[in-house]
């Protein structure tokens, strides 16, 4: 039974990377509210999983400092929800956050079973996810050009409510794409051509989205990838300045110099990356340091930046910003010692000396993902990459191989009882909360009953759902 609830939730996993950019996969639903109720479906499995011992011989949850300071953590959220304006939002947030967690812990315990098999798969539904969006993109082109139909921007992305989310979603897959043409055997070299192809491809949306963030992030995560493991992450590194090269020339050919030959009319696009507006940043960072001063050791309470009234977003757009304004500064300030002392033993295990007598598909996997992990992390302090389910569901999916490979060569070792009765009563603590706290919102969407969700001041969205602000009961 265990075994079965972990390949469902992957297969949910893989669905979700492969299929919610392009579709609607649940009825009823907006394409931003779809996607959080797949997430929930997700995590509702993955606590499940926890419930029947999942965890019970998972190498990857010892260590006494980190269960403590996972006990810290989580009394510091359950007393910055309780003292939130609405608990139950507050409770939502946490929980779904660690349920993102337990699925990062699924997918490291995967790549301890399945290893070649999971990353073959994953690999598999990003590119097949990124193949299905750029058809509808690029045939949304071709119809403007052909008709001679300018397109405004942000068209032609399509099923988002915001081209931001999209960005969120392709910085986490630049360097995983890369990897059948890195990884011996995963890709047969006749079809190399066209696996190049379509990175190049995907590259063009990604000049097309016109986000500076992500070509910042992406740059300031080549230089780290570079210094960190130098001849090893050359051959990397060059794939994707290639990639960037040629969809470059690419994106400038189809929305720069044959709209300028179709006297009909053609591609128009209004916005460039080379843009000064950073007004929206500065008002919303303000906005949550007021908050920060007037809550600073609790915080306002997990998503309840979407309570206080704002013309603007229900987020920051700051991971940093976000957890200090609502989980609060002592929360804020263990969850980025967690992650810095991660990323400090994943350098000290995987680095240029150490990698050096290791496979060559081991290596290029590490430089990948190092480089991805590292690139989101900036695009996050100008972006909700913390914030978005898509994005979500990427980063623990990351994560969780980060965790795997980090664990692969360390033997299982068996949880306590006691441990793992802990791990069963949190998993369902976890289940229950997300069920009580989403349901009144959830059911009326599924339903079709819009009348009965609970309405009042909203902020602008999206947040959790596409009508982002919290209901004022």
């Not at 403007?144 to 099923?159: A, N, Q, T, Y």
């Not at 809550?295 to 009234?309: D, K, S």
């Not at 190092?370 to 389910?389: K, N, Q, R």
Request: proline letters at 6%; charged letters at 10%.
């Amino acid at each position: 039974m265990i075994k079965l609830t972990q390949l469902m939730v992957l297969c949910l996993s893989l669905v979700l990377m492969g299929g919610a950019l392009s579709y609607q996969l649940l009825p009823n639903l907006s394409p931003f509210d779809d996607k959080r109720a797949m997430e929930l479906l997700m995590v509702g499995g993955v606590s499940i999983w926890c419930i029947l011992g999942g965890l019970k011989n998972n190498q990857c949850i010892h260590g006494l400092s980190w269960q403590l300071g996972g006990l810290c953590l989580s009394g510091l959220a359950v007393f910055s929800c309780l003292f939130a304006a609405s608990p139950q939002h507050a409770f939502l947030e946490v929980s779904l956050f660690a349920g993102l967690c337990y699925l990062s812990l699924l997918v490291a315990r995967s790549w301890y079973d399945y290893r070649h098999k999971l990353l073959v798969s994953i690999v598999s539904a990003i590119s097949l996810g990124a193949v299905l969006y750029m058809i509808g993109f690029y045939t949304g082109y071709l119809a403007s050009f052909l008709e001679g139909i300018p397109l405004v921007w942000p068209e032609p992305f399509f099923m988002l409510s915001n081209v931001r989310q999209f960005n969120q979603y392709q910085l986490w897959t630049l360097g995983l794409l890369c990897l059948p043409l890195l990884v011996p055997g995963l890709v047969k070299p006749k079809y190399k051509a066209w696996v190049f192809c379509l990175l190049s491809a995907w590259w063009v949306l990604l000049f097309a989205s016109t986000s500076r963030g992500v070509l910042l992030a992406w740059l300031l995560s080549m230089v780290i990838t570079w210094r960190g493991y130098r001849r090893l992450a050359r051959p990397f590194l060059l794939l994707q300045l290639k990639c960037f090269g040629c969809g470059f020339l690419i994106y400038e050919l189809l929305f720069v110099w044959l709209p300028k030959l179709n006297a009909g009319g053609g591609s128009v696009v209004v916005q460039t990356v080379l843009r000064g507006d950073t007004n929206d940043r500065i008002y919303l960072w303000t906005h949550a340091w007021k908050m920060i001063q007037a809550h600073p050791w609790l915080g306002v309470g997990p998503m309840h930046y979407a309570w206080y009234p704002n013309n603007m977003a229900a987020h920051p757009h700051n991971s940093v910003v976000q957890l200090a304004c609502e989980w609060g500064l002592p929360a804020t300030g263990l969850i980025l010692f967690f992650l810095g002392y991660g990323l400090f033993r994943w350098l000290k295990r995987f680095n240029a000396n150490t990698l050096k007598a290791a496979p060559e598909s081991e290596q290029v996997l590490v430089v990948a993902l190092f480089f991805t992990v590292v690139a989101s992390a900036f695009y996050s302090l100008v972006d909700g990459v913390i914030v978005m389910p898509l994005s979500q569901v990427m980063m623990a999916v990351v994560l969780g191989l980060m965790i795997g490979l980090y664990r692969q060569s360390d033997p299982p070792v068996p949880v306590k009882p006691l441990n793992d009765l802990a791990h069963r009563v949190f998993a369902g603590a976890t289940l229950a909360v997300m069920v009580w706290a989403v349901l009144p919102e959830l059911l009326p969407r599924i339903l079709g009953d819009y009348e009965m969700i609970p309405m009042g001041y909203q902020v602008i969205g999206p947040r959790f759902w596409q009508e982002g602000g919290i209901p004022h009961q």
